[in-house]
């Protein structure tokens, strides 16, 4: 390959990370084309692009985007390809329902602003909440006293309302 070409894959390397917020490093080097195919589909309609990169390009696509992605340096060995996606966790529920099989398997991941090495952090992962669910509970969290209190005035006032009622009824 040139040089030339080494510099346009490179250049479509870095556009595509900075278009993505999360990525994974994921080793697929023992799956057969069946299972390529169907893990290729189960991406697509998950929303997350797959793609295979070769280590060098990669690591230099990583260098040319900014921020420090150093930690990942060090995966980038044997076969490597790259999960995109927008939203943190789809790509490790994909990979942890796969991991059944055993392959793919996680190298590492780039979540959340934080970094995540090797297979065993496909749990923690998997758990990370998107920002819309971070929102959602919190949201839930504040409506939650302000609705104790309205049940609390509404069944208030009907108790006393009822003992109202029933000392009216002796009195006649």
């Known amino acids: ?47 997350i692009k797959l793609m295979m990169v070769k280590n ?12 420090d992605f150093a930690p990942l340096y060090d995966s980038l060995k044997g076969t490597t390809a790259v999960m995109f996606c927008n939203v ?17 398997t996680l190298k590492a991941a780039y979540a959340e602003e934080g970094f995540y090495i090797g297979a065993d952090q496909l749990d923690a ?3 990370l909440k998107s920002k819309e669910e971070v929102i959602a509970d919190i949201v839930a969290l504040l409506q939650s006293p302000a609705k104790n209190l309205l049940s609390a005035l509404q069944s208030g006032g009907n108790s006393i309302h009822g003992v109202l009622k029933t000392l009216s009824e002796r009195q006649q």
Not at 22 to 38: K, R
Not at 93 to 100: E, F, I, T, V, Y
């Open 56 to 67: 060098s390009l990669l690591h230099k696509a990583l260098e040319k985007v900014e921020g």
């Open 88 to 104: 943190a966790n789809v790509p490790a529920r994909l990979l942890k329902d796969r991991a059944k099989v055993g392959i793919p």
């Open 1 to 47: 390959m040139r040089k030339e070409e080494k510099n346009t894959i490179i250049g479509q390397i870095a556009a595509i990370l900075k278009d993505y917020a999360h990525f994974y490093l994921v080793d697929i080097a023992a799956l057969n084309a069946a299972d390529t195919s169907n893990l290729r589909r189960d991406c697509f309609n998950a929303g």
């Open 125 to 127: 992962l998997a758990s």
